[in-house]
């Protein structure tokens, strides 16, 4: 065992040389000389322990998706030969695996295009269809979209060295923005084609890549590593966000039964307890009341600064005793009009000296549909007013 392990460090520690003398600009012929013992043993294992450490390294990200993908082009032949576990059709792999066909069955199908616009750049209705194919290629982000909020955080838990994940993410980031981008070209009245080329090459690439990297890597490890039970749940989950191609079948993506531990409180989309809770309600930047559907008020956040005073006295008080009698018939007529279902929300905004305050009443209903309530929800919205522009950076 510890001269597998021995054999597997030298690989690992190979991998990563092999990427830092590229990305500090060394020569790729020796570099590639210097290494080439170790290609034909590497395993995706390899590929995600030595990224893992790269990453550490806090190389800029730009420098590294360079590196690692040089790196990856000289082990596609040993990564596309390895015979790794077979994938269940029906898993939740299976399904992105589904997706990742579909999306290159509709990549080969535009690749024509793409030749046939450098000769007629001018062509309007080669220019709508382009734009068209396109932007159904958008669809596409919710393959990536559903990495990262189902399989990436499954990952971090199960693997030590999950770091590859981070420039799979600036990928998928990349894509998205160079789609767009090349709409947004495509709706110009004249075509850049030297823009449009950088584009749409840059698209098939990184698409292209980032499915190499999960069919090869990702995708191997993954059935190597974890036990498919890990993954009972995410087809619901992913349902929610919607597959962009092949969608699962309703009895496959059955929701499990999560076991919740003690003192906690199942939330569906997690599990707290009463204090964390509490504090949750109490940190959020408004004021929120809630009646139930017997027009008692159940609850109250309490903020450190309130906009509307509360006090305990008021639980299980009928809410039209909660306002005075110039305004308890508008609260009336609120509550009925959410009852009956002829509305679900309303919004009113006042100024209180120096503040301005919106308040906010809606519907609560359960998955039935069936009333069970309302919440008033109030804030000081005066500094929300006066932004302006974006803000992308932390101050210092």
């Known amino acids: 065992m510890s001269e597998f392990?021995?054999?597997?460090?030298?690989?690992?520690?190979?991998?990563i040389d092999l990427t830092v003398g590229m990305v500090e600009g060394g020569n790729g012929a020796a570099l590639y000389k210097k290494y080439e013992h170790i290609y034909a043993s590497i395993v995706p294992r390899d590929v995600v322990a030595a990224v893992d450490d790269l990453v550490l390294r806090?190389?800029?990200?730009?420098?590294?998706?360079?590196?690692?993908?040089?790196?990856?082009?000289?082990?596609?032949?040993?990564?596309?030969?390895?015979?790794?576990?077979?994938?269940?059709?029906e898993s939740f792999i299976g399904y992105l695996i589904q997706n990742n066909n579909q999306m290159d069955e509709r990549l080969k199908a535009f690749r024509p295009l793409l030749k046939e616009i450098n000769a007629t750049p001018k062509s309007v209705t080669l220019k709508a269809t382009l734009e068209k194919q396109f932007s159904e290629m958008l669809t596409f982000e919710k393959h990536y979209t559903i990495k990262e909020n189902i399989l990436f955080p499954i990952l971090e838990k199960q693997w030590?060295?999950?770091?590859?994940?981070?420039?799979?993410?600036?990928?998928?980031?990349?894509?998205?923005?160079?789609?767009?981008?090349?709409?947004?070209?495509?709706?110009?009245?004249?075509?850049?084609?030297?823009?449009?080329?950088?584009?749409?090459?840059?698209i098939f690439f990184d698409?292209?890549?980032?499915?190499?990297?999960?069919?090869?890597?990702?995708?191997?490890?993954?059935?190597?590593?974890?036990?498919?039970?890990?993954?009972?749940?995410c087809l619901a989950d992913a349902a929610e966000i919607g597959f962009p191609y092949v969608q699962p079948t309703e009895t496959t993506a059955q929701t499990t039964t999560r076991t919740i531990m003690d003192n906690k409180v199942d939330l569906h989309t997690g599990a707290l307890t009463?204090?964390?809770?509490?504090?949750?309600?109490?940190?959020?930047?408004?004021?929120?009341?809630?009646?139930?559907?017997?027009?008692?008020?159940?609850?109250?956040?309490?903020?450190?600064h309130r906009i509307f005073t509360r006090t305990k006295a008021i639980i299980g008080r009928e809410v039209k005793n909660c306002h005075p009698p110039q305004s308890v018939h508008v609260v009336e007529k609120i509550v009925e009009s959410f009852r009956s279902g002829a509305r679900s929300s309303e919004s009113f905004w006042i100024h209180?000296?120096?503040?301005?305050?919106?308040i906010q009443y809606f519907a609560v209903r359960d998955e039935q549909g069936i009333y069970r309530g309302v919440v008033e929800v109030s804030q000081e919205i005066s500094e929300i007013q006066s932004l302006?522009?974006?803000?992308?950076?932390?101050?210092?």
Not at 5 to 15: E, F, G, I
Not at 212 to 232: C, G, H, N, V
Request: overall charge negative; charged content about 25%.
């Open 207 to 233: 698409m292209y890549a980032i499915r190499f990297r999960e069919d090869k890597i990702l995708f191997p490890l993954i059935m190597e590593s974890i036990p498919m039970e890990i993954f009972d749940g």
């Open 5 to 15: 392990t021995n054999h597997k460090n030298a690989r690992v520690q190979a991998l």
């Open 352 to 358: 209180m000296g120096p503040k301005f305050i919106l």
């Open 160 to 202: 030590p060295d999950y770091r590859c994940l981070q420039i799979m993410w600036s990928l998928h980031d990349d894509i998205r923005r160079n789609l767009k981008a090349i709409v947004a070209e495509l709706q110009k009245p004249e075509l850049d084609v030297v823009e449009f080329n950088i584009l749409s090459g840059d």
């Open 388 to 396: 302006t522009g974006d803000k992308r950076l932390l101050d210092e």
């Open 58 to 89: 806090n190389i800029p990200m730009d420098k590294l998706k360079i590196g690692v993908g040089k790196m990856l082009n000289i082990l596609y032949k040993q990564l596309t030969d390895y015979k790794g576990i077979p994938v269940p059709t």
């Open 274 to 304: 009463p204090e964390q809770i509490r504090l949750v309600f109490n940190h959020l930047p408004v004021d929120i009341t809630y009646v139930d559907e017997n027009d008692q008020v159940q609850f109250f956040s309490t903020p450190p």
